[in-house]
Structure formats: structure tokens, C-alpha cells
């Protein structure tokens, strides 16, 4: 399947997309692309000219197949024996309810809406009332603070922010809609006013009665959702009509609005969903990750319900009340195929086996891993533990960007090496290029780019096609630059490094050095910040700081706390610095540019490693800052 994929991939994608339901059947092209900035801009499209929509092939079509009664999504509360399951049927009752309560408050094709809930069952149906009708949803992580929110709204300027009164992550009640008034008072003070702001009662964390209110604005979605028919006319919309912008890190402070189209992300999540884990009409299927990141869209949402999967949708903390809970949660559904992340693993790990073996997973078949390199040792206890030496891990590696699998495992059809993504999926043309943007054959290490489009990539960055030009398809003509390092052994298995541009891996989430540094020197104590990673036992990448203050303003204890509240505050508590290191000054070149490189060795204490110091402007600022590492 692979080689027909390369050589005839406008056959091979026709075949499968036409397991799908079109309203009207693509044009001449399947694919039509420009992957070559030399050419012109880049360009790329699949099954343009067919008409569909994504979510009457997760509901709709699944009905009609017979799947009205299988179960759609088992949703698991935080607190143990707190749940609640909808079929299909009722999951398509549902998304209509809200698809027409949206199109009478005015939400029509094109325009975006902000969706900013925690992992309640409403959050998947928000994304698929949001694709019936053709408007673009744009979810946005529910631990993102009131001014990262308040920046996407300003970018995308929404139409509605659906949102719920509060969530309680472990034992603590998060005041979400507190967070949503002060991004929107936020966003109108810039121009970008929000008329209708739908809020999901989560009454087990916060009473109604409890919840700031503004008249005319806050509508409570109990109140009205249930008024709506349960039937919505599909809205038929274009394979390139935008289906979400998710916005992500970049290099720079701005984050960038990633936009996916229907047609060719459906076909592919749809498949790379099905064969990566291998998925039979009988598993029940569990991916950890929130639907605020990409994993969530492409795994938790539409791949699985396109396929008519389970998907158990679960609120809460993986430890929570503890260390067993994900395995209590597997035995209770049967979960056959479980989807996690490699800190999650190296933090079970951490807490030890018996948290897992008095659990039985019997139902476990296959296991996957996404988000970071998983490290050999966290491989192996996910393997022998975890999966009990006989569940295939599906190693996924992908991107926002990328829409779905690019690199991953099939289980069973290949032999797997301990903390390898091994072998490119169907359609996917992987590449090693040198700093020239060479391509090298064999064993090798280098740049991680891709030839040649695939249905699921990214179409533009919302509303800077320049920008989208610049950061992947300029700096190596003719290919996709992932922003990843990459080795490739003698079997031509890939083997991930991490990010080699200024972007960190705190956890799996993605987190531009430059937010965090723009974040940092917007307090007023704060006089000139360089972020780097630094590796961490369970988060993969930790965030380490160098702040220098402004003259005059003494080092503290306070000074350190208030510095990583600025940055809880403006981007999220999962972005806060793990070390603040106080700075003189910074390593920085003659023409004024930080040299990262040494500031990487001192976070990392690889002291004997600096190397050449002596372009400096002051190679002073290097001693200073070793004096001062563990004050
Ligand atoms: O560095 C790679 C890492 O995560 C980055 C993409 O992050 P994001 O867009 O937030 O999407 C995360 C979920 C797909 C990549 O550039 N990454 C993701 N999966 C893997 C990985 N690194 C190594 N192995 C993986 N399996």
C-alpha cells in the first residue's frame, strides 16, 4: 500500500475518500499543489471541487450504516463513578440542537468560533456543530490564561465564545468564565467585541448563582439548547473550505493560527486513524489528550468517529485521586486501544508499578505515544508494564501543522526499536537534508522535511500566508521543513531529536522560547529575558529562564515568584519557567544576537561544553552567569 501511495497517489487517496459521502464527487484533481517557493506561492489542494461535510461522516453516515446505538463517546467525570454515555443518534441529536441554536443566533459557513471548554462531552460536540454548518471552530486549551485567549480572539474576531462556568482539574475548581470575561473585555478594549458568549452550566464545580453574569451577552446553554429541533440540514461545503484554525507556537511571540480544510484532512485522519492502531469496529479506544491541541481534533474527534469508533472522553487528571486511575478507567470500558503521551508515562513510571498491576488490562490490545521522543527506558515500562509485553506502541509522530500521522508504526506489520517512530505512512515522503538543504541518503542525521503534499496539511497560517511561506517551505526549497531534527539508522527507521529552532517541548505542548520571553520582559522589574529548554525527568523539556533586571532592582525571592506569575497570567500555568537564572547580562554576539547555544550548556551545567567564547561581545557575561547558576 505504501508504494501505490508514492507512485499513484491520486488513485490511492480517490480509492479511499470515496468511502466517504460526497455530495458531489471531486474534479479532475485529486492533488494540485506548489510545494516550491522558486515556483510561486505555495499551494496546496485535494479533492477540490467535491462538496461534503465532515460531520455527517462521523454522524450521519454512521446512522445510517446501522451505528445509531452504538455507543459514540463514554464520558468519564473526574471524580470516579461520575459519568455518562451518548450514542450516535443521540450524539447527532445533540450537535444539531447546538448547530441550530448557532445558525439563529446568526453563525453562518466561514465565520469562527471560539470554543473554550475542558473535556466534557459538550466539547466535541461544540467542534461538530461548528463543522455541520460550515463555521470554523477554533478551540482554544482550556488552561491557556484569559490573555492568550484574549489574543486568538482578537486574530480570528469570533462570532460566539462557547465556554462552561468552571471545571475542577484534581481537587481544584478552575473559574473558567472568569477567564473568558476578562479575555473579552480584553478584546473589545482592542477593537474586537464579543455580542453572544455561550456558557455550559458545570454545576459539580461552580452553582449558577455563583457565576459574574453580563446580561445580553451570557446565554447558559441549558437554558436554550434544549429548545432546538433535533434534525439540522447539513451545510455542503468545498474539500477546501476551512474545517478549524488551532492555534500554535512558533518562533516568534505571536502565535500562529494553523487553518485545516475539510476534504483531505477527513480522508486523512479518517485513515491514518484506522490503520496506526489498527482499529476493528469492536475496540474501545481512549486517547488522553485534550481536544484545546491537535491530538484532540485529529484523535479524540474526527478520526475515530469517522471510523464509527468508541471514544471515551475523559475529564480529569491521569492521577487522580491517583496514580492508578488511567488503568481503573481501562478496566471499566475495556479500553483496547490507549493513546498517551511519553511525560504521562515517565510520571506513572515515576510512581511506580503496583499503580498499574493491580489493575487487570486484559482488554489492552494496542498502545500509542505521541508528543515528544519517548526515551528508550519509558518505552519499555510502557511495553512490559503497562501493556504486559504484548501490545504493539504505535510511536506517532506528527504535528499541528501536518493534520495527522506522519511517521508511525502499523502494529504487527513491522518490527519496532525502542524510541522510533520507524517508517513513514501512506502517502508521507519523509526527508534528511543537511544545512544546504541537501537531501541525504542512508544513515544520517539532519533536518526532518517532507516532499510532496499529503491530504492532511495545513493550507495556510490564518490570514499571513507569508508567514506560513517563511517558517515552513523557504528555508528548504521544495520541501516541508518540519522544525525537527531527525536520524535515520541503516533500516531507514527515524529516530526523532526535538525541535532544533526556538520552540520548546514543555509536557508535549508546544511553547515558543519567544512567548515566554515577551511574557517575561512585560514586567516592569524585567529588563532583557532568554528562554531555553533543559531536559526534565518526567516533563521531557523544562523551561529555564535568564532574566536580567532592571538597573538598580535587587534580586528576590518575591522578584522570582512574581516573574512566574507574569507568565501563568499571560500565556498559562503550563508555560511557567521551572528556574529563573539572575543575568548581568546575556551572552550575546557583536551584532547584538543571544547566542542560545551557551546559554543551553550553562542551563544544562555542561560547563566543560561552552566552546568558542571569544565572539562575544563580552565573554565576561559567561563567568558572571556560571557564578550565579545555583544562587
Ligand atoms: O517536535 C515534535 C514533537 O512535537 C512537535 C509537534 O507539536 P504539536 O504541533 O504541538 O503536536 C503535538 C502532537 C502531534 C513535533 O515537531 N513530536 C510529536 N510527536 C512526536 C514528536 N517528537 C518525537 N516523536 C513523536 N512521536
Known amino acids: 500500500m505504501y508504494k501505490r501511495s508514492i507512485e499513484d497517489p491520486a488513485g490511492f487517496w480517490s480509492e479511499i475518500a470515496s468511502e466517504f459521502y460526497w455530495k458531489q464527487r471531486w474534479g479532475d484533481k ?5 510545494f516550491d517557493v522558486r515556483k510561486g506561492n505555495i499551494k496546496i489542494e485535494w479533492f477540490k471541487g467535491g462538496i461534503t461535510n465532515i460531520c455527517y461522516n462521523c454522524l450521519d453516515r454512521n446512522v445510517e450504516a446501522g451505528l445509531g446505538d452504538k455507543v459514540a463517546v463514554y464520558w468519564e467525570g473526574n471524580e470516579p463513578g461520575l459519568d455518562g454515555t451518548l450514542t450516535y443518534t443521540q450524539l447527532l441529536q445533540q450537535v444539531c440542537q447546538l448547530a441550530n441554536y448557532l445558525k439563529d443566533i446568526g453563525v453562518k459557513k466561514g465565520d469562527a468560533v471560539i470554543i473554550y471548554l475542558p473535556m466534557l462531552m459538550e466539547l466535541p460536540i461544540a467542534m461538530l456543530a461548528c463543522a455541520r454548518i460550515g463555521a470554523v471552530h477554533s478551540v482554544v486549551f482550556a488552561g491557556f490564561s484569559a490573555e492568550a485567549l484574549s489574543q486568538r480572539i482578537i486574530d480570528c474576531k469570533p462570532k460566539v465564545v462557547i465556554t462552561c462556568n468552571a471545571v475542577k482539574r484534581g481537587s481544584k475548581p478552575i473559574y473558567l468564565k472568569d477567564i473568558v470575561d476578562a479575555a473579552i473585555n480584553d478584546s473589545s478594549q482592542n477593537g474586537v467585541s464579543i455580542d453572544k458568549c455561550l456558557v455550559y452550566e458545570n454545576p459539580l464545580a461552580m452553582k449558577r448563582v455563583d457565576t459574574k453574569w453580563k446580561e445580553g451577552r451570557d446565554i447558559w446553554w441549558q437554558d436554550v439548547i434544549h429548545q432546538y429541533p433535533t434534525t ?8 477546501e473550505d476551512p474545517l478549524f484554525l488551532l492555534y500554535t507556537s512558533g518562533s516568534t511571540g505571536k502565535p500562529k493560527g494553523v487553518l485545516h480544510t475539510t476534504g483531505g484532512y477527513m480522508v486523512y485522519t479518517a485513515t491514518t486513524f484506522k490503520y ?7 475496540d474501545i479506544y481512549w486517547c488522553t489528550a485534550d481536544c484545546g491541541w491537535i491530538t484532540g481534533h485529529s484523535y479524540v474527534t474526527y478520526g475515530p468517529m469517522l ?7 475523559y475529564e480529569g487528571a491521569p492521577n487522580y485521586p491517583d496514580a492508578g486511575r488511567c488503568w481503573d478507567i481501562v478496566d471499566k470500558y475495556k479500553v483496547t486501544i490507549f493513546y498517551t503521551a511519553p511525560t504521562l508515562v515517565r510520571s506513572l513510571m515515576r510512581d511506580g508499578d503496583t499503580f498499574v498491576t493491580r489493575y487487570s488490562r486484559k482488554s489492552l490490545r494496542v498502545l500509542g505515544s505521541v508528543g515528544e521522543p519517548i526515551n528508550p527506558s519509558a518505552w519499555r515500562w510502557f511495553y512490559n508494564v503497562v501493556g504486559d509485553s504484548r501490545c504493539p506502541i504505535s510511536d ?8 495527522g500521522f506522519m511517521i508511525t508504526p502499523l502494529p504487527g506489520a513491522w518490527p519496532q ?5 520507524t517508517l513513514p505512512f501512506f502517502g508521507v515522503q519523509p526527508v534528511i537534508v543537511d544545512e544546504k538543504g541537501v537531501e541525504i541518503e542512508g544513515e544520517c542525521n539532519g533536518y526532518l522535511c517532507v516532499k510532496k503534499s499529503w491530504p492532511g496539511a495545513f493550507r495556510t497560517l490564518y490570514g499571513d500566508h507569508e508567514r506560513y511561506e517563511t517558517t ?3 528555508p528548504f526549497s521544495g520541501y516541508y521543513f518540519s522544525g525537527d531534527g531527525c536520524s535515520r539508522d541503516k533500516d531507514g527507521y527515524h529516530w526523532l531529536t526535538g525541535r532544533v529552532d526556538d520552540v520548546i517541548n514543555v509536557s508535549g505542548h508546544r511553547i515558543g522560547t519567544a512567548e515566554v520571553e515577551s511574557a517575561l520582559v512585560s514586567h516592569p522589574q524585567c529588563a532583557e529575558a532568554a528562554v531555553v529548554g533543559v531536559e526534565h525527568e518526567v516533563k521531557g523539556q523544562g523551561i529555564y529562564a535568564f532574566v536580567t533586571v532592571v538597573d538598580g532592582v535587587p534580586y528576590s525571592e518575591e522578584l522570582r515568584k512574581d516573574l512566574v506569575l507574569t507568565v501563568r497570567k499571560q500565556i498559562g500555568a503550563f508555560a511557567a519557567p521551572d528556574k ?3 543575568a548581568p547580562g546575556l551572552p550575546k554576539t557583536r551584532s547584538g544576537k543571544i547566542m542560545r547555544r551557551i546559554l543551553r550548556k550553562i542551563a544544562s551545567r555542561q560547563l566543560d561544553e561552552l566552546g568558542d567564547t571569544s565572539t562575544l561581545s563580552d565573554p565576561n557575561v559567561v563567568n558572571q552567569l556560571i557564578e550565579l547558576a545555583d544562587s
Open 30 to 34: 485529486v492533488c494540485d499543489e506548489n
Open 232 to 239: 439540522c440540514p447539513v451545510e455542503w461545503v468545498d474539500a
Open 276 to 282: 496506526a492502531f489498527d482499529y476493528k469496529p469492536h
Open 307 to 313: 471510523n464509527g469508533a468508541s471514544v471515551i472522553v
Open 396 to 403: 506517532t509522530w506528527w504535528q499541528t501543522e501536518t493534520g
Open 417 to 421: 526499536k525502542p524510541g522510533s517512530a
Open 472 to 474: 515552513y517551505f523557504k
Open 580 to 582: 529563573i537564572h539572575w
